[in-house]
């Protein structure tokens, strides 16, 4: 695979960085990552021109890549830190991903959409950006056979907290979900004992919703 990066997108790249500064966000090493991560080359050729606006984009099976600025307040939000074990609900694009693992996060990402899956699976180590595993299946459900994790980030609209997610969650660990039908509301919930979450709200987003298992 040739990754056609550009000193043009670099500096597309530097912009795009400024912008998401202005709008709040301080973590230096998530606006690093920002400013490394060729968002270009996980996006459909038609939309390459608009790759570096801080806007979401659609990438196929009725998904999108995310917001530069929502990726990044998410991101921002979980804290994350070298060695985090981190779940991610919606591989997506892979740009999430991306970013997560740039922060040096032990990623372990499921996605619902199969072509999707596929194509990701096989894209992001092409870019050098490995997962410690990826999966195709039921975000809803969380991942238990590697949990509990540090952090859960979820990248769809959820119309409730799945209670697996927050199961799944160590004591001390954080949970990032947008909660909500048609707009979301950008939730943050923190584990502080076996049964005990503390819950912080942070205004409102418009996310794809989240797909459950089809019937088989």
């Known amino acids: ?3 056609n990066d550009t000193p043009k997108h670099k500096g597309l790249r530097n912009q795009l960085v400024k912008v998401v500064k202005s709008k709040g966000i301080s973590d230096e090493n998530i606006l690093k990552a ?4 060729p968002r270009h080359l996980f996006m459909d050729s038609g939309f390459i021109d608009f790759a570096y606006q801080d806007k979401a984009f659609p990438i ?3 998904q999108t890549i995310s917001q530069p600025y929502t990726v990044a307040f998410q991101t921002e939000l979980l804290q994350i830190e ?3 074990k981190v779940l991610e609900i919606g591989t997506g694009s892979g740009y999430q991903t991306a970013v997560l693992i740039a922060l040096k996060a032990e990623v372990y990402s499921i996605e619902r959409q199969k072509e999707l899956y596929e ?3 096989k894209f992001l180590p092409k870019l050098g950006y490995v997962a410690k595993k990826l999966k195709y299946g039921d975000g809803y459900k969380g991942w238990e056979e590697y949990a509990p994790f540090d952090k859960i980030l979820v990248t769809a609209g959820a119309p409730f907290v799945p209670k ?3 199961e799944q969650l160590k004591i001390g660990g954080k949970l ?9 509301v950008m939730t943050l919930y923190i584990r502080t004992g076996e049964k005990e979450f503390e819950k ?3 205004g409102e987003f418009r996310f794809v919703p989240m797909l459950q298992e089809k019937e088989k």
């Open 119 to 121: 194509k990701t699976r």
């Open 176 to 184: 990032v979900i947008p909660v909500g039908d048609d707009v979301q």
């Open 200 to 202: 912080h709200e942070f």
């Open 34 to 37: 920002i400013s490394e991560i």
């Open 82 to 84: 070298a060695g985090d």
């Open 1 to 3: 695979m040739v990754i």
């Open 164 to 166: 697996p997610l927050l």
């Open 60 to 62: 196929g099976a009725g």
